[in-house]
C-alpha cells in the first residue's frame, strides 16, 4: 500500500514556508527530521517481516516453506516427516488370549517374532525435522519453528 511510503526529508521541507528555505533553515529541519526518519526506517522493516510471517501458519507445508526460505534456499532440503513410521495392527490382547485353549500361535515357541518393536510403534515427538548437513544455526531454526507450530507439538531436530 502506498500509505506506508513517503520520503520524511521531502514533507519535513514542505512544512518550511518558502521564504524560510534557506540552506541553514534547511539543514535545521533536516536534523530534526533524522530522528523520525530512524523510527520510519525501523518501522519499515519490522512491517516487512510481520507480512513475511503473515503468509505461513502452522501446517505442516506450510513450516517445511518458510525453514526452507530461511535456512536452504537454493536446494531446499529441509523436510518434516511423521515421527511415527508404522501403524500399530491390533490382534487381539493378552486378557482376550483364552487360557485353556491360547490363540497365541508362534513360529519359533523358544523365541518369538515381533511385527514392530514398542519403539517403532509409538514415538514422543508428533514429528522430525530433517536438515542437511550444512551450516544451519539450530537456534534459530528452533526458534523460527517454535513460532509457527502449535504448542502442544513436540518435534526432533536431525541432521541427515
Request: aromatic share 16%.
Amino acid at each position: 500500500m502506498n500509505i506506508f511510503n513517503f520520503d520524511v526529508r521531502k514533507y519535513a521541507l514542505q512544512l518550511l514556508p518558502p521564504w524560510l528555505r534557506s540552506g541553514m533553515a534547511m539543514a535545521v529541519v533536516l536534523a530534526f527530521a533524522t530522528p523520525l526518519l530512524d523510527v520510519y526506517i525501523a518501522f519499515t522493516r519490522n512491517r516487512k517481516v510481520n507480512l513475511i510471517k503473515l503468509q505461513f501458519n502452522y501446517q505442516k507445508f506450510s513450516v517445511q516453506k518458510r525453514l526452507n526460505d530461511a535456512f536452504d534456499p537454493i536446494e531446499r532440503r529441509i523436510r518434516i516427516v511423521n515421527a511415527v513410521q508404522y501403524d500399530g495392527v491390533y490382534l487381539y490382547t493378552e486378557a482376550e488370549d483364552d487360557p485353556f485353549y491360547s490363540k497365541t500361535v508362534w513360529l519359533h515357541p523358544d523365541n518369538p517374532v515381533y511385527l514392530r518393536t514398542e519403539a517403532e510403534l509409538y514415538s514422543e515427538f508428533d514429528f522430525i525435522i530433517e536438515i542437511p548437513d550444512i551450516n544451519i544455526n539450530q537456534i534459530q531454526l528452533k526458534a523460527e519453528t517454535d513460532f509457527y507450530i502449535l504448542p502442544s507439538k513436540r518435534y526432533q531436530i536431525v541432521i541427515i
